[in-house]
């Protein structure tokens, strides 16, 4: 089962904040200090080079590991984009990827993932901004109170842009850890698929944030700048794993998990979109926050075919590597049909991991290959990258999954993540960490086994209550109720 959704906060600490100069702050979480982040400006002749170097532990269930994230924008004076990096340790290998502009505006992107090198092309997007330029912008639009305006951020790490909307609140007295400052109080609004992320900021009048604060996971996520030995002081233990815990409203014992249920969920905050809609799965609205969310019951959903993108080889799921093909072909041997060779993949990947724990970040297939080692996100990528090795569409998920026990809690809600494949027509869940998929398997996204897209359905941990499962089987439309059921669940 999965851990914190560790890359979701180092998007939610860097994606459109703007940093100058040299800063330290404290990484806090509900007032308890789980890290630090420093702040580098180089400037020289014709360009100026920011730094951010996120430095934090995550405990989960009781294993400690250290996790750095590195990102670098190089830019001219006025803000033009030159080069960016990223560097992250999420596992035992350091993954990097970094980009320079050539001469046509585009930019060369070299990836360093387990190991293996790859070198793409990006379009840069128009009007998209680094650490630099965000900075001139939001001092260039100034202090007062009721400005509005939007910037479009580039994230070095995910290589993806995000629309932001910024309200000038005022003018604060704020009290940080060396004294308190008078600061310009922003709001930022980041406009994402799923729903908006709010996050505050309090900047000085050169922009350089001094404060800020974002929710993530019900509880309040802040950095305050300070001195150097205020910001590597040290962290204080939070079991995140165990914050992402959602409770079940009753035991879902395994002959309710074999059969399609009925959930009617809660959800807080800016969450549009909170499920998607799979061929296993299927959401519908009611208004105020409540959904009704359909699980196991298989159905044509109206998902698109899978397209060249679900067979190709990436970063993360390097499925054209001889390692990865040879694997694949010797364990789907003489099957003759796409579902007998799925089978035999997941029967595999669930006995060639051997390590089974949460000391592992996120690691690459190849990576997983290597050490055999990692949970239930190794499983899921690698298992997707040797589908796509055998010429079948595989796609990551990202989810919850129900727990009798887990990390000491009963009947709960825990993070997960397992794969789908496309087979005879539709979309069908392989879960190799579990060895089975059941109507307990809730999912929040999908995507290719990239991180920094993995992650992007979790925004609702936290903020997600589960008040009904009920078996479909004892759903009964009573007539001329509305469409209310006999368990009291207004039906779509």
């Known amino acids: 089962m999965r851990r914190l959704p560790v890359v979701a906060l180092l998007l939610c600490l860097s994606c459109g904040v703007v940093h100058a100069d040299d800063t330290w702050m404290s ?10 982040l420093h702040v580098e400006r180089e400037i020289d002749a014709d360009r100026i080079v920011t730094t951010q170097t996120l430095s934090f532990r995550l405990n989960r269930s009781g294993h400690d590991i250290p996790l750095m994230n590195i990102s670098r924008s190089t830019e001219s004076h006025d803000g033009m984009p030159l080069a960016f990096s990223n560097d992250s340790s999420m596992s035992a290998r ?16 070299t990836s360093d993932v387990g190991g293996q090198s790859r070198v793409t092309l990006l379009d840069w997007p128009d009007g998209a901004m680094l650490a630099e330029a965000q900075r001139q912008a ?18 070095p790490a995910s290589q993806q842009t995000v629309d932001t909307e910024i309200a000038v609140v005022g003018d604060e007295r704020v009290d940080l850890p060396n004294g308190a400052e008078t600061l310009h109080h922003l709001q930022q609004s980041l406009h994402m698929t799923r729903g908006t992320q709010v996050m505050d900021l309090w900047v000085n009048d050169e922009g350089r944030v001094h404060r800020g604060m974002m929710p993530l996971l019900g509880f309040h996520l802040e950095m305050l700048a300070c001195d150097q030995a205020c910001a590597l002081a040290p962290d204080q233990n939070i079991d995140l794993l165990r914050v992402a815990m959602t409770g079940a409203p009753r035991p879902l014992t395994p002959n309710l998990r074999a059969e ?3 959930y009617l969920i809660r959800v807080d905050g800016n969450n549009t979109q909170p499920f998607i809609d799979t061929d296993e799965q299927r959401s519908y609205a009611l208004g105020d926050g409540l959904w009704i969310l359909d699980v196991g019951a298989t159905r044509r959903s109206g998902e698109a075919t899978p397209n060249a993108d679900d067979v190709a080889s990436t ?8 390692v ?7 364990v789907v041997g003489d099957a003759d049909n796409d579902l007998q060779k799925m089978r035999r993949l997941r029967s595999f990947v669930s006995s060639f991991i051997q390590q089974k724990g949460l000391n592992v970040g996120y690691a690459s297939a190849l990576e997983t290959v290597e050490t055999r080692a990692g949970d239930c996100t190794e499983h899921a990528v690698l298992l997707a990258a040797l589908a796509r090795a055998e010429g079948i569409p595989a796609r990551v998920v990202t989810g919850i999954v129900y727990s009798d026990r887990f990390a000491g809690a009963s009947r709960v809600f825990v993070p997960h993540a397992w794969m789908q494949a496309w087979i005879n027509g539709r979309w069908r869940s392989f879960d190799a960490a579990l060895g089975r998929f059941d109507s307990t398997h809730i999912a929040l996204g999908v995507g290719s086994g990239d991180p920094w ?5 979790l925004g609702v941990l936290g903020n997600m209550t589960i008040e009904r499962a009920t078996p479909l089987s004892s759903l009964i439309e009573l007539p001329g109720a509305g469409g209310v059921s006999s368990a009291g669940t207004r039906g779509p």
């Open 27 to 36: 990484v806090q979480l509900d007032g308890r200090k789980i890290g630090s």
């Open 94 to 109: 350091q993954n990097m990827v970094s980009g320079t502009r050539r001469e046509d505006g585009n930019f060369q992107v």
């Open 138 to 155: 939001i001092r260039s639009h100034g202090w007062r109170p009721g400005t509005r305006y939007r910037l479009l951020n580039f994230d």
């Open 260 to 262: 399609p249920l009925r």
């Open 315 to 322: 970063a993360w799921l390097q499925s054209e590597s001889p």
């Open 324 to 330: 990865l093909r040879d694997m694949a072909s010797k």
């Open 453 to 457: 897209k993995f992650f992007a359905g």
